[in-house]
Structure formats: structure tokens, C-alpha cells
């Protein structure tokens, strides 16, 4: 969580923390009312059939995301969940602390991130890499700091 804190520091991007208990599933986390001070979306990391694409996809959290769809517009092979060993390897985080915030910790700009288009222009809560904390920062930002790492970002109607 610091490298995090320290290259929103860096850049002097505005963001706010806060502590809470740690959650597991986007239900646990409506039950500690963090959507009032924003919007928290759902991420899924997901891969191709042969395993050598990765996606993490990020979209608010009432949406139902059809993977098979999702495919298609994606231009990919069928997708799955991404194990947990991948997880690991790829964004350095663990079940439940799933978070674009992660591609600080893809070396080789492999993820591609997918977000919803309506999340665009809006201040969004996502975990630094644990549980137990959210950041809340704007899209834009977020996603300049992705660009400037180099990971692909794709724009999808969710």
C-alpha cells in the first residue's frame, strides 16, 4: 500500500482514504456505507482460454457482467476467472483486494484494464491492494497513472 500512496504522493494526485474493516464481496462492502462518499465498483480479473491474456474488469457495482459477451466485444477467446495464483502474479493482491491499483505491480504492462464507460469523469472508491482501506480518486487520475505505466485501457458499455 505505501508504493501506492507514495506514487499518488509523487504525483500529486488528490485522493482520500479510509480505514474500515476488511471486506470480501461487494455486498460487505454496501454494509459499511462507503457509496456515500462515492462510487465503488466491482472488479473482476479475468483470462483468455490459452491463459496468456489478462483482463481486470471494472464497472459499477449493480451491473451483471456477461463474460461471454464480454468476450466478443474484447475481440477474445472465451474468458474465465483468473486463478488466484495468477492474481497474485499478475496485480500482487489477493482475493477480495482486487483493485486497478494493482497495475503498479504488473512489471510488464501485461493486464489489460477494461473499464465501463460510466465510470468516466466520476470519483471512484477502490482498494490500495488490501482490504481494509479504499482510496477514493478520480477516474481521470486513475487512469492517467495506468497510461503512464503502460498497460492497454479499454472503454466498454458494461
Given amino acids: 500500500m505505501e508504493n501506492i500512496l507514495e506514487l499518488l504522493d509523487n504525483k500529486r494526485i488528490e485522493y482520500k482514504m479510509i480505514k474500515h474493516k476488511r471486506v470480501y464481496t461487494m455486498e460487505e462492502t454496501k454494509n459499511i456505507n462507503l457509496e456515500?462518499?462515492?462510487l465503488i465498483p466491482k472488479n473482476i480479473f479475468l483470462r483468455n482460454a490459452n491463459g496468456k491474456v489478462h483482463y481486470l474488469v471494472t464497472c459499477h457495482?449493480?451491473?451483471k457482467v456477461d463474460i461471454k459477451n464480454l468476450a466478443k466485444d474484447l475481440d477474445s477467446t472465451r474468458l474465465s476467472f483468473g486463478s488466484l495464483e495468477r492474481l497474485k502474479k499478475y496485480l500482487n493482491v489477493e482475493k477480495g483486494s482486487v483493485s486497478p491499483l494493482g497495475f503498479i505491480y504488473d512489471k510488464n504492462s501485461e493486464v489489460i484494464f477494461v473499464f465501463d464507460k460510466d465510470l468516466?469523469?466520476?470519483t471512484i472508491g477502490v482498494h490500495p491492494n488490501r482490504n481494509d482501506y479504499t482510496i477514493f480518486i478520480r477516474f481521470n487520475d486513475l487512469i492517467k497513472l495506468i497510461e503512464e505505466h503502460g498497460n492497454k485501457i479499454v472503454y466498454l458499455d458494461v
Avoid: R, T, Y
Wanted: proline share 0%; hydrophobic share 20%.
Fill in 36 to 38: 456515500k462518499v462515492g
Fill in 61 to 63: 457495482s449493480d451491473k
Fill in 120 to 122: 468516466v469523469n466520476k
